[in-house]
């Protein structure tokens, strides 16, 4: 009685543990193919959108150059000039936050021979601004009045807008069209439809042209009987853009 107790036992603990132990070794369901998980047909597409706008504001580079026996004669007399010219562009209408110090420099001169050492002749003081005329129509009659103060350099001169978020907006506009365009273009061409727009996401925005302009090498200090005159042309604005569009059949 004892040997068959045992034996039922021991029959009854293998039977509790083997639903256990299959479930421990059972393999793991299978993971779905990979297409099925998207069996779409795509477009990927880029657009752009420009528009064409007057510039309403310009940036201006000016300054002044002097020179002396000794380098804080040299800063000095600069020091004076350039006072005169900032209060000039004030006159003129220009706040001092749309003023603005680029360039400061102080080097010495020397005059070289052949065969001679070099002979220091002086030194030249230099104080550029960048000045940031919001109003184009006060343009022509800042530079003169700068010029008359006493600024004997102007290096260069861009144009922009003030405010860029309406143009922006107008290219950005553009740029879905031509998008759009592209996407049923496309589509016919391979004999599907577009069925939805996916993504979008907008990539470079910039206006052209170009970077600053020459303006004149050298100003003369002298009065101008008319007012120097200023042409903004026109600045383009691009937007672009790129999406995903899912074709259907």
Do not use: C, H, W
């Amino acid at each position: 009685m004892k040997t068959l107790l045992r034996a039922g036992v021991l029959s009854l603990s293998l039977a509790a543990l083997a639903p256990a132990a299959l479930a421990q070794t059972a393999p793991a369901p299978a993971a779905p193919a990979a297409d099925s998980m998207f069996r779409a047909t795509t477009l990927n597409l880029s657009g752009m959108g420009e528009v064409d706008v007057a510039p309403d504001m310009a940036m201006i580079s000016l300054g002044v150059q002097t020179e002396a026996p000794t380098a804080q004669a040299a800063m000095q007399a600069n020091a004076q000039q350039m006072t005169r010219v900032m209060a000039a562009l004030n006159r003129a209408g220009i706040q001092a936050r749309d003023i603005q110090t680029s360039n400061l420099n102080l080097s010495a001169q020397y005059d070289y021979v052949q065969n001679e050492p070099p002979r220091l002749r002086g030194y030249q003081a230099s104080n550029q601004v960048t000045v940031k005329v919001r109003d184009l129509a006060r343009l022509g009659a800042a530079v003169d009045a700068t010029v008359n103060a006493g600024a004997n350099q102007i290096n260069s001169i861009s144009f922009g807008l003030n405010d860029r978020s309406q143009a922006e907006n107008q290219a950005r506009q553009a740029a879905v069209r031509d998008l759009q365009a592209k996407a049923q273009l496309y589509a016919q061409a391979t004999g599907y439809r577009v069925g939805r727009l996916v993504t979008l996401s907008e990539g470079a925005t910039y206006s052209a042209p170009q970077p600053p302009m020459p303006y004149m090498a050298m100003a003369r200090a002298e009065s101008m009987k008319d007012s120097t005159p200023v042409s903004g042309g026109e600045l383009t604005v691009r937007v672009d853009v790129s999406g995903l569009y899912e074709l259907t059949r």
